[in-house]
């Protein structure tokens, strides 16, 4: 009898595990996958044959599924919906499923063809990992709500190697004896890393929403590539649910060598030291260029960050960092605890440091040098937030929004400067600010994939918050007063995109004078993922107008670089109010070289910026283009690589007007509706 309730709750548990997205064993069915290994590149004598093969089968690819399109109009209207946890997954488009099977297919039968690429074909390709596409949601589903308040059992991990298996589908393996090796020399994720991740223990009552945030928050690791929670009723009991926890870790090392004949450096990372979620960074330099404040060689350097997240089950993460570089010397300890999710009560920060800079002083004068000068400090750093429930409205907006109130103290003592007046240097003055802010907060997600990511889950946070801040600041000169606003609001709009505005205001206030304020307005838009047959779009748009008021001298704007006109620099490009305009679009194609995805983009960047007293539409308007080529293996711990090819066609003080760039880009998180650390509002 016992025998036949466990079998049972198995099938009933299975049955649930489905419904979820998750699969299991009693599924019996396994996906296949597909990548492409470097060793096919390597077939010299079909090496062009292969590459035109592949850009036929694309191009095939696309132009049937338009005419599948245009012969089946309702076929897009024709929609399955899959429910998960604070998600529902709607217009699942099996044409670009399809498309990319074809693609494959095609790709497979021309390999299959030859003796020698038959005998590789098992080592390079499998069949494609079929991952379906949803458009976004504006208003996700809760599967998970009709189990609140019931009682938590039993909490099960399961832990996932970086190759093979999902977290939808963990019965998926390795492709070949790569991603095998790499598994096999992999530590994973040590079991009580994770528990002491969750928000919730044995016995509690089960909030769905915090299911939702707990999810997010493993995301948030550095260590882990995706993670789902699932909760699982019991047949025969029904005020008791138990709980799956399924994880997939990051292959966690990783690192880069980069150099020329007279510099160079190596980078190490790990980002789970053991399976303990550790964080350990290391960078050993050497440049003989010439120092210009010692008239010597730069020499050697060394940088090194030991990071550990969650100590114990706080959620305080504690931070150690040393650098010893010619420019850059810093000895800093910090602890933060980050207000995860809404429902968080407590958080701050603390820092203490030593720091030692060299700066240039850019006169605004465009054709005339910089001065390089030295300047050190030690910083303390202290900030304590609470938020408060509200107690009126709707549940959704009892379990979402809050009243957060918060306080911050920060001191600066300078002991190497250059020479500090009242009327000069006065960055560099020894000062003490208290700050005071008090704010509505409130914030939900759901997830999408592909906005800066490879595939990923990437959790994108929709809702609004509004700040007000206060303070006063003590100087070597005196006093002044502080105040500050901030306002933001996000939505996804169906068949739109997503749009966030913000607005941002503050100054300091000395005998009813303005100083080091700011005006900061910003737009950020990114469309949904539009598909043109095995490839996915997506457009982003960014609008940002700043403007100072009452800048100190040596105070400025820059929009070159990643500040707006990507990929050059410029004395042009300075200014005290500027609007800039970022248009690009990434085209994410099929093409999955061992791991690594390939998505391609092209951009248009244009600014205007001007002094003061220069109205602004009224000065040059500089521009960029340009197109390039990312690459990325979300199992993997490195940044995107990229490759851009620029053109600025109208950019004074630059040596050349095309420019090409190879760099890493770090991971991408989209901009929270959290309120953080009271501060003054930056000028950049």
């Known amino acids: 009898m016992h025998l036949k309730e466990d ?39 079909s090496f062009i044959k292969k590459i035109l093969f592949l850009s036929v089968a694309l191009f095939l690819s696309i132009y049937n599924t338009k005419a599948q399109q245009k012969n089946n109009p309702q ?4 929609a399955s919906t899959i429910t998960g946890d604070n998600q529902t997954l709607q217009e699942i488009r099996h044409d670009r499923i ?97 528990k002491r991740s969750l928000l919730f223990e044995k016995g509690d009552r089960l909030n769905s929403s915090q299911i939702s945030d707990n999810e997010r928050i493993l995301r948030l690791t ?61 960078r050993t330099s050497y440049s003989s260029k010439l120092d210009p404040l010692k008239n010597r060689s730069q020499g050697w350097g ?16 504690g931070e150690a960092e040393y650098i010893n570089e010619w420019n850059n010397d810093r000895k800093a300890l910090l602890l933060r605890r980050d207000f995860l999710t809404p429902s968080t009560k407590y ?15 850019y006169p605004l004068i465009k054709d005339s ?75 939900s997600y759901f997830r999408d994939v592909q906005i800066y990511g490879f595939g990923r889950t990437e959790d994108v946070p ?52 303005w100083e080091q304020g700011v005006l900061r307005a910003d737009f950020n838009y990114f469309s949904r993922l539009i598909e043109l047959g095995a490839i996915q779009i997506r457009q982003f748009i960014d609008l940002r107008y700043t403007r100072g008021v009452g800048r100190f001298d040596q105070e400025f704007i820059d929009i070159g670089s990643r500040n707006g006109i990507r990929g050059v620099g410029s004395a042009a490009l300075r200014g005290a109010k500027s609007l800039v305009l970022n248009l690009e679009t990434v085209a994410f194609t099929p093409l999955n070289i061992l791991g690594f995805q390939i998505a391609t983009f092209a951009y248009t960047d244009l600014g205007f910026i001007t002094q003061s007293k220069v109205k602004l539409l009224r000065g040059q308007l500089f521009s960029g283009f340009g197109l390039g080529i990312r690459v990325r293996n979300e199992n993997l711990a490195f940044n995107t690589f990229q490759f851009r090819l620029g053109i600025y066609p109208n950019i004074p003080y630059v040596s050349s007007p095309i420019r090409t760039d190879f760099s890493g880009i770090p991971r991408t998180r989209l901009t929270d509706f959290t309120i953080t650390a009271p501060e003054v509002i930056p000028f950049r």
Request: aromatic letters at 14%; a positive charge; hydrophobic letters at 35%.
């Open 462 to 513: 929709y809702g609004g918050l509004f700040s007000l801040t206060g303070g006063l600041e003590r100087t070597e000169f005196g006093f002044r007063y502080y105040t500050a606003a901030k306002a933001s609001l996000g939505r996804y709009y169906s068949g739109f995109g997503y749009l966030v505005a913000s607005a941002n205001v503050g100054s300091f206030v000395r005998s009813g004078h």
């Open 369 to 443: 040098s910089s001065v390089l000068y030295s300047y050190s400090y030690n910083l303390a750093d202290l900030w304590l937030g609470r938020s408060f429930r509200f107690r009126f409205g709707n549940e959704r907006f009892r379990e979402r929004a809050r009243l957060i109130v918060a306080g911050r103290t920060t001191g600066y003592n300078y002991f190497e400067r250059p020479i500090v007046r009242e009327d000069t240097n006065r960055l560099y003055q020894n000062r003490f600010l208290n700050l005071l802010s008090i704010g509505f907060s409130s914030r």
């Open 7 to 45: 079998e049972k709750r198995k099938n009933s548990n299975c049955r649930v595990k489905a419904q979820a997205g998750i699969r299991t064993a009693c599924e019996g069915m396994r996906m296949k996958a597909i990548e492409i290994g470097p060793a096919a590149f390597f077939l010299r004598p």
């Open 302 to 317: 060394f940088r090194g960050l030991y990071r550990i997240p969650f100590i114990g089950k706080t959620f305080i993460t």
């Open 347 to 361: 958080a701050g920060g603390l820092e203490m440091s030593r720091n030692r800079l060299l700066a240039q002083a």
């Open 75 to 78: 076929k897009d209207s024709a």
């Open 222 to 282: 550095p260590y882990l590539t995706d993670a789902r929670i699932y909760v699982l009723p019991r047949r025969n009991d029904r005020d008791t649910v138990d709980i799956l926890v399924v994880t997939q870790d990051v292959l966690s090392t990783s690192g880069g060598i980069s150099g020329d004949f007279r510099s160079g450096r190596i980078d190490l990372y790990e980002n789970n030291f053991f399976g303990f979620g550790h964080e350990f960074r290391t």
């Open 98 to 194: 399809d498309s990319s099977q074809k693609f494959y297919e095609k790709l497979k039968k021309k390999f299959l063809s030859r003796r020698i690429t038959r005998q590789l074909y098992p080592l390079l390709f499998r069949e494609p990992y079929r991952k379906p596409v949803a458009m976004t949601p504006e208003k996700p589903k809760d599967p998970y709500r009709a189990y609140n308040n019931r009682f938590i059992g039993n909490i099960q991990v399961k832990k996932l190697d970086p190759f093979g298996p999902r977290v939808n589908d963990t019965l998926r393996q390795a492709a070949n004896w790569p991603e095998r090796f790499a598994n096999s020399l992999h530590v994973t994720t040590r079991e009580f890393v994770i």
